[in-house]
């Protein structure tokens, strides 16, 4: 891949200075790429039209071209340029949730650009509700964006990320430093029926449930428990999120005591690993975290089990620290399946390419 010359620009997450986001805007309508923030993760957009545009963001991430991408709107003018007629039920239901970190699959017109879906005959919308990403897709028109990692890493959630995986592969970095939830939005299919769950989100699956007054069905690839072989969601299919360092998720029977999984865990590294004269990291919560270091292993923090928000919005800082450590092992304590637990179970187990042990 040729190297180009990358635009980093530095813009206000609440309150833009809109001369910055014209700049990226009038450089999408020229075929430009560009990283910008969500309110999940920072996305690599084109102008969904574009075709020659949205070929590259491939290049850029090196992403399988069977992959489909998320089409971000800004407003409900631009979701009816990219789906089919919806009821106006659901209609007025997507435009009481958005802006949100929901992404839901729907039938797409047929002027949506095959490399966008991959060839699929539906397409995921989102409107993210991040001030930047809203402002600059308004201005460009309906933008086609994964997450802006190159493909298998970890999504970026901080500039520094972006950076280390983006710089000189894009036209345009707008920079707002972190994102807000640092997972990838809730991807919901409502072609099917009832309703499927294809990845799990800040979103929680029991508050879709209450907001689509529907029973969703959750599979266990959106748990994060098996690959999907050829797929609604092909991007199931691929190693993700996943630090070069070998991971390991230990998953506790009764998140009650974790105290007691966390003195087991620690035993279990102890003999296993550390006693052989491996070097292990345990991923582990401010409240277990003595547990290991009292018998010399070392952790990384990643947040309070009393704030899932704060677990799920470190995840992929520390996914991606694992491997600064030169660790041989890592060891992930695992969280409950509730609210966003869901989204990051779902991560770390496909993070570990479903090597899990169950305490
Ligand atoms: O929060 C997010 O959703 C971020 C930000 C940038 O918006 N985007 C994101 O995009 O995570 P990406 O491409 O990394 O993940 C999108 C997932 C992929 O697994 C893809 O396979 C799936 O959505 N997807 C896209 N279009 C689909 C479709 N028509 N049917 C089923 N799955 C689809
Ligand atoms: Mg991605």
Redesign the pocket.
Known sequence: MDVILTKVIRVDPLNPDLNKIKVCCEAAHRGAIFVFP????????AYAFDEEAVKRIFIAKG?PID????V?IANARQLEEVVDEIPETLNKLLRSVWPS?L?V?LR?RPSVPRVV??G?E???V?M?AHPVALKLIECVGPVA?????ISGRP?PTTSHHVLIDMYGRVDIILDAGDTF?G???T?V?LTSTPPKL??P?PIPVEKLREILGTEIEVPPVARGLCESGR??????KYRHYAPQTKLIVAECQNYQRIDLCAEQLAEIIGRQYVDKGMKVVVIASKETKHIYESRGIKTLVIGSRNNLYEIAKNLFTVLREVDRLGVDLAVAEGFEEYGIGLAIMNRLRKASGYNIIRI
């Open positions: 969500t309110e999940t993760v920072y996305g690599l957009g992403r992959n489909p991408l998320i971000h970190p992404t699959i797409k879906t991959a699929l539906t397409v995921a989102r993210p964006a994964p997450s802006a990692n999504s939830f997972v990838e939005s991807i299919d294809l990845r989100g797929a609604l969601a092909p991007g199931m």
